[in-house]
């Protein structure tokens, strides 16, 4: 596995291997990889002859006062665990080539990330897109892949795809999880071992609302109010749980379609996002 910094170079690899008729897969990450990671690679290795991680700390997609600097980081470890899976590139630009002295250029969806996420963070999907697009435009890939867990940040990313017409494959990976069925995540370290255990109230609460669907319940705020109840007894902080339309991610009162049942929620300083798409 090769370590990449520069985009240019970067660039110049990806070009190589399309004129030898290579297909590019890539896993844009922020590192700190878990085993959510690694699903995203082999299921990059599947579908792609080369795979490109990328690791980098978006800046742009935190908003002031949110955890940029304590974000966790440990560059060898992830490298260690990209070369064992058969990742071929790791690709790490700095924030300074990725947004050069000046920089004023922006990508910005303006339907999918106004809800949910788009609404508690000021900011957040601009800084998303924005990063995905540049990275799109680094590494060139023909397939990209995504996770579950971030569902809203998935959609948004395949409506600028299609949008901007990025010859690029999403595939949207299913979300990975512990053993006890919290979500893997890279803010998941933030947990104590008290808040860790109270957090899998946000995996109960889905399991009671999905099964509430399966057995009949096709109104949104009653399932809603399911896993609102589990995160409030076990101490979290709801910072939403919400019904979508999958597609469109508008508000639904009645479940006639397939549906985002999306939560975010708090324990400590880890906030933690999961979902079910209810079918």
Known sequence: MKRLDAIPQMQATARQWHREGLRIGLVPTMGYLHDGHVSLIRAALERSDRVIVSLFVNPTQFAPGEDLASYPRDLERDARLCEAEGAHILFCPTADDMYPPGYSTWVVEEKLGRHLCGARREGHFRGVTTVVAKLFNACLPDLAVFGQKDAQQARVIQRMSRDLNFPIEILVAPIIRETDGLAMSSRNIYLS???????????????????????GERHAEALCRI???????????????????????ETIDFIDRESLLAVAARFGKARLLDNRILR
């Not at 255990?197 to 399966?214: K, S, T, Y």
């Open 227 to 249: 896993v609102r109840e589990q995160i409030v007894e076990a101490g979290g902080i709801v910072d939403y749980v919400e019904c979508r339309d999958h597609e469109s991610l």
């Open 193 to 215: 071992s008290d808040e860790r255990i109270r957090a899998l109230a946000i995996n109960r609460g889905l399991d009671q609302a999905e099964a509430a669907f399966r057995a």
